[in-house]
């Protein structure tokens, strides 16, 4: 991938100049050459300030030379081996369309030229919202994971205790929350560790180490005695396109999948504590990406994942024996990769853990990744549990001492009014016009669960 807001600029030689120059300089010269196309140029990903493009030739092994213009202006030539690459034109405005042309050249004559593309940046999203916090149960209580149906429909779960009873879920109805209890065993309420929603009558829990299934009319627990599920250490996460096609993650790097009519254990290639999981669909092939991560405590280690032709391949580790919170000073992953996220196949995998947020712009080679300084903008950071959004304009993060930050597009925003050394806030789902973090209060004599709903 080539990167154009990167500090390594690419060399234009004066051939390629001069080339470039005979072309912009006199809009009413002649064309070139005039044949069946052999270079292309799509639009693979739109940001606030970015463009990613595919510049591809025919099918080569050989090193080309391509040149790239915005609106007519010269903005690269840079040499390529194989049949295609991704560029990043960076530093644009938000909302604005941008023409992109291609030209083919040799020996630095533009012997072809693609077809113009129009790209126009999004435009950035709101940081304004106002708040909402309810807290649910008494001493002891805790979310660990929330899932939003629709602003009348909203699932909680984790471990609720009143005075006469104990839950493990609760809904919300749109005027109040209702608790709930979700397979309780031999009387006994255990707590929720994961929640994931299709529809209103299609949700899955992770409890334990077994999935669970609502109806909407009951539930069901799929376990190992009945020969269903082969069990796992824990399911910390979900994600699926549907109830035939859903992932289950968990401690000592177990991964199961279920296709609607079995469940299967997936070999994960890591031992790590997988912490989360998420995926997207091609909205152009209708193929389904995945991607997981996790880490462990002791000693400190990380690792990435990606599902590559049906396998689950490691794309990413990092040791350290040292403390993970000292990244200030160096881009490098922290050592507890808790979250991940990625608005879709085209836009950049989101990183977060230990004390620091990363972008992947090679989602499966990771040789290219950026740390995100969020402390140095908004003057601090703490500890992410959740990272989630809608679009790479509009991003969430959520963690310890009831942190809260916003990613605008061009801008992150921290919520200080929301943060409290007692809170953490463990989970986060969002949708265009509100979100809803689940968490805890952990002051000695409250340990409440708490709910927080924003609405823009």
Excluded at 156 to 165: M, Q
């Amino acid at each position: 991938m080539l990167l154009l807001n990167t500090p390594r600029k690419p060399f234009l030689s004066p051939l390629v100049l001069l080339g470039f120059l005979l072309l912009t300089a006199c809009p009413e010269g002649p064309e070139p050459p005039q044949r069946d196309t052999t270079i292309l140029l799509s639009v693979v990903n739109t940001g606030v300030t970015t463009v990613s493009l595919n510049v591809s030739v025919e099918d080569t092994t050989d090193t080309w030379t391509f040149g790239l213009a915005r609106n007519d202006s010269i903005i690269l030539s840079a040499e390529v081996t194989g049949a295609d690459t991704v560029v990043r034109d960076g530093g644009l405005a938000p909302a604005t369309a941008y023409r992109y042309r291609a030209y083919w050249l040799k020996n630095g004559e533009a012997v072809d030229s693609s077809a113009e593309v129009l790209a126009t940046t999004l435009d950035t999203t709101s940081h304004r919202f106002s708040w909402t916090i309810d807290t649910l149960g008494d001493y002891g209580s805790y979310l660990n994971d929330v899932a939003i149906i629709d602003e009348n429909n909203i699932w909680v779960v984790g471990y609720i205790k009143t005075d006469s009873a104990t839950y493990n879920a609760a809904r919300w109805d749109g005027r109040e929350w209702e608790l709930k209890k979700v397979m309780p065993q031999n009387g006994y309420v255990t707590p929720v560790e994961s929640i994931y929603a299709f529809q209103k009558n299609n949700i899955w829990f992770g409890r334990g180490g077994l999935p669970i299934h609502w109806d909407g009319d009951e539930f069901y627990q799929y376990t190992p005695a009945k020969g269903e599920h082969p069990g796992q250490p824990s399911i910390d996460a979900i994600w699926g396109t549907s109830s035939s096609d859903i992932y289950f993650v968990g401690n000592s790097g177990s991964i199961v999948h279920y296709d609607g009519s079995g469940f299967e254990r997936m070999e994960s290639g890591t031992d790590v504590d997988l912490k989360d999981v998420w995926g997207v669909v091609d909205e152009e092939t209708g193929a389904v990406h995945i991607w997981a991560c996790g880490a462990d405590n002791n000693p400190d280690y990380s690792v990435i994942l990606a599902l590559i032709n049906g396998k689950w391949q490691t794309i990413y580790e990092r040791f350290s024996s040292g403390n993970g919170n000292t990244i200030d000073d160096e881009p490098y992953f922290s050592p507890k990769a808790t979250t991940i996220w990625t608005a879709g196949e085209s836009g950049s995998l989101w990183v977060g853990g230990g004390w620091g947020v990363y972008t992947l712009n090679d989602k499966y080679r990771p040789t290219d990744y950026t740390y995100i300084d969020i402390e140095n903008e908004v003057g601090y950071f703490s500890f992410p549990w959740k990272l989630r959004g809608n679009h790479e304009n509009d991003i969430f993060i959520v963690g310890e001492y009831g942190s809260l930050f916003h990613f605008n597009g061009i801008s992150w925003k921290r919520y200080s009014e929301l943060q409290n050394n007692d809170h953490r806030f463990k989970s986060i789902d969002v949708t265009p016009k509100f979100i809803v973090v689940a968490g805890s209060d952990n002051s000695e004599f409250l340990r409440k669960a708490i709910v927080l709903k924003g609405n823009r």
